[in-house]
Antibody, heavy 119, light 112 residues
């Protein structure tokens, strides 16, 4: 079945950057987008942005616009999310999810990657 | 603060029916954008439950149903089972400057 497998947990100090990967399998990677969603402890889901894997175009949430970059490697069927200038409030589980446009549903989701920001 | 408002919690006994509301505005649900629902079991990733207001993906029991009217949407669960205890989130698109994709604040369902 369609699967998204994310990289493992990360610990970073404030001000650093983190790059999370999302490996897709068992479907045509370039026919779908990948969205990134995060969830701080006990908090709601928060959309960060998406990449059209066909043409590489990206759209970011205004909240993260100046700190996030989403890329993809079509040969590796992998998407990446890099978040810079980390602060303690960025401690969260980061999910990738397959979808089409931002108006559409996301299915499936990756297992999540815990990013902890602590000095 | 979420653009889409959900009750923090709902509860019901096994076999009962519960509904979870998702209230939006004229820039999201009221503008005609579809609503999607996700189930998140403790410690796991969200799972798509309902897409495009009232459609179930393959494998989702027909005990789960969705509806939409005006600026609100609802998720109904009939024949409650213990394994339905989870967090439920609605999702829609927002055409304002808030951020395009919006999730509700989530609703914790407790099966008594």
């Amino acid at each position: 079945q369609v699967q998204l497998v994310q990289s493992g947990a990360e610990v970073r100090k404030p001000g650093a950057s983190v790059k999370v990967s999302c490996k897709a399998s068992r479907y045509t990677f370039t026919s779908y987008a990948i969205h990134w969603v995060r969830q701080a402890p006990g908090q709601r889901l928060e959309w960060m942005g998406w990449i059209n894997n066909g043409n590489g175009n990206t759209i970011y949430s205004p909240k993260f616009q100046d700190r996030v970059t989403i890329t993809r490697d079509t040969s590796a069927t992998t998407a990446y999310m890099e978040l810079r200038s980390l602060r303690s409030e960025d401690t969260a589980v980061y999910y990738c999810a397959r979808g089409f446009r931002p108006k559409d549903s996301f299915d499936p989701w990756g297992q999540g990657t815990l990013v902890t920001v602590s000095s | 603060q979420s653009v889409l408002t959900q009750p923090p919690s709902v509860s019901g006994a096994p076999g009962q029916r519960v509904t979870i509301s998702c209230t939006g505005s004229s820039s999201n649900i009221g503008a005609g954008y579809n609503v999607h629902w996700y189930q998140q079991l403790p410690g796991t990733a969200p799972k798509l439950l309902i897409y495009d207001n009232n459609n179930r993906p393959s494998g989702v029991p027909d005990r789960f149903s969705g509806s939409k009217s005006g600026t609100s949407a609802s998720l109904a669960i009939t024949g409650l089972q213990a394994e339905d205890e989870a967090d439920y989130y609605c999702q829609s698109y927002d055409s304002s400057l808030s951020g395009y994709v919006e999730f509700g604040g989530g609703t914790k369902l407790t099966v008594l």
